[in-house]
């Protein structure tokens, strides 16, 4: 039987949930990553506080962000959309690899325990982190996108680390665009169109990994929690429009910089997690 969450409990996480779908649309918009390097960690701990059995906690977490991620990504990619930021050739050239990459690490997910999945944010977060904070503008692995078929090999690369992190790839894609000499407010823009290609089949796949598990809580799909899910997604949906009048007002290393910070305090908290630090 799923757990049961009692009511001061249902409010407190009803209140977190709340404010962290406000910020999470904001974080999208402002940096085009659909909100998982705000919403995992948050949802980490709302779940670690509700009594969420270690053992799914972070699959809990992973499926229930990427189910935030579509609404909020799509109204991120419109907005940016409108401003005219958005390269639809990389899109075309990543989507199809993008989720063949997503399938298969939502494959994966559903056969690694939650640690494996903490040593995935570790890793892969703390070097996007690196990179954003201390890469230079003058770093350069070409001057124009690459040719088929590497930007398409990148995509499904994206894709697998993508749904297992649950940031809907723009991490990935942000970083790469910009070390072959896109401006970065371009990158952010047409990474928003990645959330939906690694959102949807991810939170497909997080249901069926998690169905039938005695261990998840009430109003769960599986790995995936609806009563979460509704809440965030209003919030997060009517805050994205704001960070996108912001980033499109910012200097580039601002930009660079906050993502940079946001990438760090997430990997930094799940290493602390693996230490038996919380």
Same mark, same amino acid.
């Given at each position: 039987?799923?757990?049961?969450?009692?009511?001061?409990?249902?409010?407190?996480? +009803?209140?977190?949930?709340?404010? +962290?779908?406000?910020?999470?649309? @904001?974080?999208?918009?402002?940096?085009?990553?659909?909100?998982?390097?705000?919403?995992?960690?948050?949802?980490?701990?709302?779940?670690?506080?509700?009594?969420?059995?270690?053992?799914?906690?972070?699959?809990?977490?992973?499926?229930?962000?990427?189910?935030?991620?579509?609404?909020?990504?799509?109204?991120?990619?419109?907005?940016?959309?409108?401003?005219?930021?958005?390269?639809? &050739?990389?899109?075309?050239?990543?989507?199809?690899?993008?989720?063949?990459?997503?399938?298969?690490?939502?494959?994966?997910?559903? $056969?690694?325990?939650?640690?494996?999945?903490?040593?995935?944010?570790?890793? @892969?977060?703390?070097?996007?982190?690196?990179?954003?904070?201390?890469?230079?503008?003058?770093?350069?692995?070409?001057?124009?996108?690459?040719?088929?078929?590497?930007?398409?090999?990148?995509? @499904? @690369?994206?894709?697998?680390?993508?749904?297992?992190?649950?940031?809907?790839?723009?991490?990935?894609?942000?970083?790469?665009?910009?070390?072959? &000499?896109?401006?970065?407010?371009?990158?952010?823009?047409?990474?928003?169109?990645?959330?939906?290609?690694? +959102? %949807?089949?991810?939170? %497909?796949?997080?249901?069926?990994?998690?169905?039938?598990?005695?261990?998840?809580?009430?109003?769960?799909?599986?790995?995936? &929690?609806?009563?979460?899910? +509704?809440?965030? $997604?209003?919030?997060?949906?009517?805050?994205?429009?704001?960070?996108?009048? %912001?980033?499109?007002?910012?200097?580039?290393?601002?930009?660079?910089?906050?993502?940079?910070?946001?990438?760090?305090?997430?990997?930094?908290?799940?290493?602390?997690?693996?230490?038996?630090?919380?």
């Amino acid at each position: 039987m799923p757990i049961d969450i009692g009511a001061g409990e249902l409010m407190l996480l +009803a209140g977190a949930l709340l404010a +962290a779908g406000l910020l999470t649309g @904001f974080m999208s918009g402002l940096l085009g990553i659909g909100g998982g390097g705000i919403l995992v960690p948050v949802l980490f701990e709302a779940f670690g506080a509700i009594g969420v059995d270690p053992e799914i906690r972070m699959h809990m977490t992973l499926g229930t962000s990427l189910a935030v991620i579509i609404p909020t990504s799509l109204r991120s990619f419109y907005a940016h959309r409108a401003k005219g930021s958005v390269d639809t &050739n990389i899109l075309w050239r990543l989507g199809p690899t993008l989720v063949l990459g997503v399938i298969t690490g939502t494959i994966f997910a559903g $056969i690694v325990t939650g640690d494996e999945l903490k040593w995935i944010w570790v890793i @892969f977060g703390g070097l996007l982190a690196l990179k954003l904070a201390l890469g230079r503008d003058d770093w350069r692995l070409g001057e124009d996108m690459p040719k088929p078929p590497w930007v398409e090999i990148y995509g @499904f @690369f994206a894709g697998f680390v993508s749904v297992l992190m649950s940031i809907a790839g723009a991490s990935f894609l942000v970083a790469y665009m910009t070390l072959y &000499n896109r401006p970065l407010i371009q990158a952010v823009a047409t990474s928003a169109g990645l959330g939906p290609l690694v +959102a %949807i089949p991810g939170v %497909i796949g997080f249901i069926i990994a998690g169905w039938g598990n005695p261990l998840t809580p009430e109003f769960s799909l599986g790995f995936v &929690n609806l009563l979460g899910a +509704a809440i965030i $997604i209003p919030a997060s949906v009517i805050a994205a429009p704001l960070g996108v009048r %912001i980033a499109h007002g910012l200097p580039k290393r601002r930009l660079e910089l906050a993502f940079a910070a946001f990438m760090a305090v997430a990997a930094t908290r799940f290493a602390l997690s693996l230490a038996g630090i919380g």
